[in-house]
């Protein structure tokens, strides 16, 4: 953990990640994406600023056939668009431009 923190001191959990090095933190993410699904009980509903935003649902444990079952049953049209979106990260847009387009529109004069 990181050097700036030390016992005594009693941050909230968001004042804690952010005295974080980038290290630490993707650290810090990867285990709690081990146990907050298990704790949760399977998806995890994201919020932001109080409004749902979406999900979080961990790929399920197991052998790489049961993997291949549940794939299995993706449409080829869904292959077909996860597997561009993987060829193409470029295409992606950033979280602010992500939440730009989920905003209302503001009302055009007259309306």
Known sequence: M????????RL??????TALSPDERMEALVALL??????????????LRG????HFV????GEPAELRRILANVSPEREAEMRRA?????DSISF?????????AAP???Q
């Open 51 to 54: 409004h749902l935003f979406g």
């Open 96 to 104: 602010d431009e992500m939440l730009a387009e989920l905003r209302p």
């Open 86 to 90: 993987l060829a193409t990260p470029g």
């Open 58 to 61: 961990p790929l399920p444990k």
């Open 12 to 17: 909230s959990p968001a004042e804690y990640i």
């Open 2 to 9: 990181p050097a700036t923190v030390t016992a005594p001191e």
């Open 108 to 110: 055009t004069p007259g």
């Open 34 to 47: 081990g146990v907050v699904p298990s704790a949760a009980g399977g998806a995890v509903p994201i919020t």
